[in-house]
């Protein structure tokens, strides 16, 4: 068996930070695996800009991004193994992973921090009715098609979903000599960062459909390949309204309708799993409940921007360096609990360590759309702090800063969205 002090499985953004605040703490010793043949992750096939703003100070390209945290890992001695894929890890962190080049190998880290993204749904996932037929993409597939592989994935293409993914492509679409007859939306509002609404649709003149979903996909006999789709509107609870039918002659059906995170190999290694971000519950340093297993990035819970993705794996990083150099941290929980009107919280316990100096980092999201609130902490029937916010959204996660010296007589904090005090 081989062993490594630190090994990170998955060598997208948050693999790739991940790795260098490890070394920066310290740790020499680190591999990463990764499954493609190359660094980068999903960053490789979004060659639009507006990455890197909070991260670098400056706008960069996807490419341009992952070849920075690359640039710097080639500087240390990080090791990597690529085009390897990983087949299971266990709570005590052995790792069974498979490459042409090597085999089969088992590999042991004294801490693992796992990396490996997410996955988008399909249409067996939402289960849209109608005929199997050709032309169906989810939009990241599509991307990756056109950016990467060359290939014009339609013609006349509609989009269901306004994630933004799905409002990328709509853009990347028309610039490539496609026509987007439209984007539609379950939600009464979209689910995608207002920039990307502003920059993707109405720039573009695309229509986008609020409170609709695709009820039926039509193909054409004489090709196989989808020639309409069935839009309807919906209700409150999002069912659809009789009698509000539209046919929309199309030729490509993007998907962007949410993302999972690849969590089967910590559901393998016993991790406990939140069902509310569908990733790993972690404490405040990103440990999982399998002592020296960390988790970062999208596989702990979808993030909006990658630069909050490199920030929190670097954590996660300089984290397992303190495992590995202090060993494992314990004590009294706090546990954080979402309250009114948030869907999540990350972290979902907080160590009663150290509590005389510094900072708890809580993120979130909110469940709908809101003007002029407040983000308020509770703990034992009192409010601990309160962070007045303009406006919040569902797309953009939250995150608020408290005071550790706060927790040394809770045991519980409540997070929730009130009304702005007058």
Same mark, same amino acid.
């Given at each position: ?44 096939? !979004? ?43 266990? =709570? ?30 399909? %249409?067996?996932?939402? !289960? ?27 013609? =006349? ?42 920059? !993707? ?23 196989? %390949? ?11 609870? =999002? ?56 988790? !970062? ?37 706090? =546990? ?87």
């Amino acid at each position: 068996m081989i062993e490594h002090e630190l090994v990170i499985i998955g060598g997208g953004p948050a693999g790739l930070s991940a790795a260098y605040g490890a070394y920066q703490k310290g740790i020499k010793d680190i591999l990463i695996i990764e499954r493609d043949v190359r660094l980068g992750g999903i960053l490789n096939q !979004c060659i639009h800009n507006g990455f890197g703003l909070h991260r670098f100070k400056e706008e960069l390209t996807g490419p341009e991004y992952a070849q920075r945290y690359i640039d710097l890992i080639k500087e240390t001695k990080v090791q990597v193994k690529s085009d390897t894929m990983v087949l299971d890890l266990t =709570k005590d962190r052995i790792i069974h992973c498979i490459s042409a080049k090597d085999g089969y190998q088992t590999i042991r880290g004294k801490a693992v921090i796992l990396a490996m993204g997410c996955r988008e749904r399909t %249409r067996g996932a939402i !289960c849209i009715p109608g005929d199997r037929c050709a032309g169906i993409y989810t939009a990241g597939a599509a991307q990756k098609y056109c950016n990467i592989d060359g290939f014009l994935v339609g013609k =006349k293409v509609l989009i269901l979903g306004s994630g933004d993914i799905g409002l990328i492509m709509a853009r990347r679409m028309v610039l490539e000599g496609s026509k987007v007859v439209a984007d539609v939306e379950l939600c009464p509002y979209s689910n995608g960062l207002n920039r990307n609404v502003v920059q !993707c649709l109405e720039d573009y003149n695309i229509p986008l459909y609020l409170s609709h979903t695709v009820t039926e996909v039509i193909a054409d006999d004489t090709n196989g %390949r989808l020639k309409e789709v069935t839009i309807s509107k919906v209700d409150e609870n =999002k069912r659809p309204i009789p009698g509000t039918k539209q046919h929309i002659a199309c030729d490509t059906l993007l998907l962007s309708v949410g993302l999972i995170p690849e969590n089967e190999l910590s559901q393998n290694a016993e991790i406990e799993i939140d069902p509310r971000t569908k990733g790993p519950i972690v404490y405040d340093n990103l440990e999982t409940s399998a002592p020296g297993i960390f988790a !970062c990035g999208n596989v702990l819970h979808v993030h909006d921007l990658v630069d909050f993705v490199s920030l929190e794996a670097e954590r996660a990083g300089v984290n397992a360096a303190e495992f590995l150099q202090k060993g494992e941290v314990t004590g009294p929980l706090v =546990k954080v609990e979402n309250q009114e009107l948030v869907g999540y919280t990350v972290p979902q316990y907080i160590r009663k360590v150290d509590l005389d100096d510094g900072y708890v980092q809580i993120f979130f999201r909110v469940r709908a759309p809101m003007k002029n609130k407040r983000i308020v902490l509770t703990a034992n029937g009192e409010e601990l702090a309160s962070f007045p916010r303009l406006n919040l959204a569902p797309a953009e996660m939250e995150n608020v800063k408290i005071k550790k010296s706060k927790l040394k007589d809770v045991d519980m904090i409540g997070v929730s969205i009130q009304e702005m005090k007058k």
